[in-house]
């Protein structure tokens, strides 16, 4: 684990300073395809606690946050249903890259390029403390999952399907 020398500046960190939002900085050895169960690995946490930002677009194209446990897999037809549309489907990773202008593997949802709807699997809210993205890749942040309700204004889901 990289020890973090100095935290990045990014419009997610930006953003969470703008909304007086506290939170930790955790750096580590980004490996590409790794996903959730490699920054679990690196930040000794449960991968339940890592929360992955996902891009998915519904039928007409339209692009959407869905916020879930790194542990967990998005149920597309749940979160069409609930959602209230006909179908649901992750983003080609140029199209989410153009969307939030983050990378893949660095995607916050905070501070994104455009203003999306997000979407927040609701037992998120039952964890004390999560790491999501800093907006870098190899860079999470530590913060209280209820900044998520008040900055962002999510809708919450329950869309989770177990790994």
């Known amino acids: 684990m990289k020890k973090p020398e100095h935290a990045p500046e990014t419009p997610a960190t930006q953003f969470l300073k703008t909304h007086q939002v506290a939170f930790s900085n955790h750096l580590y050895t980004y490996e590409e395809h790794g996903g959730t169960r490699v ?30 446990h790194g542990d967990c897999k998005v149920s597309a037809k749940e979160l069409a249903r609930q959602a209230g549309c006909k179908k649901v489907e992750p983003c080609q990773p140029e199209a989410a890259t153009r969307h939030t202008g983050f990378l ?60």
């Open 39 to 68: 920054s679990a690995r690196e930040l000794k946490v449960d991968e339940h606690a890592v929360i992955k930002t996902l891009v998915f677009a519904d039928e007409q194209a339209k692009p959407l946050i869905i916020l879930m």
């Open 104 to 163: 893949i593997g660095g995607t916050s949802p905070f501070g994104t390029k455009k203003t999306l709807p997000v979407f927040l699997e609701k037992s998120i809210l039952d964890l004390p403390l999560i790491y999501i993205n800093g907006g870098k890749r190899g860079y999470l942040v530590g913060i209280d999952p209820r900044e998520i309700v008040r900055t962002l204004k999510p809708t919450l889901v329950e869309v989770a399907l177990a790994s």
